[in-house]
């Protein structure tokens, strides 16, 4: 059973900074996909940003040049860096994994952390 635990969320003031921590039962380069989706109230879960097997990432139109996401293998922990947040990234926040064995897919969340921006 793969498990994902969501740190660091908070209330933060506008252009303030927060970095999420999502830390995995199992190694992160076991997952082809991690990556942070968001869901404000009254609005469908979004993707924040992906990292992929290999390196790449993926950045939502929202979240470019201000959202940085990273991963530590040996910590089998994924970040996101955010920095100039704005009120209209107050979400709860949402860490994903997925991975295929034996040609099955399987999909993970975490339990989701709040994140509060004040203007």
């Known amino acids: 059973q793969v498990q994902l635990v969501e740190s660091g969320g908070g209330l933060v003031q506008a252009g303030g900074s927060l970095r999420l921590s999502c830390a995995a039962s199992r190694s992160i380069s076991s997952f082809n996909t991690m990556g942070w989706y968001r869901q404000a109230p009254g609005k469908q879960r979004e993707l924040v940003a992906r990292i992929i097997s290999g390196g790449s990432t993926n950045y939502a139109d929202s979240a470019k040049d201000r959202f940085t996401i990273s991963g530590d293998n040996a910590k089998n922990t994924v970040y996101l860096q955010m920095n100039s947040l704005k009120p209209e990234d107050t979400a709860v926040y949402y860490c994903?994994?997925?991975?295929?064995?034996?040609?099955?897919?399987?999909?993970?969340w975490g339990q989701g952390t709040q994140v509060t921006v004040s203007s």
């Open positions: 994903y994994a997925d991975r295929v064995q034996l040609g099955v897919p399987y999909a993970y």
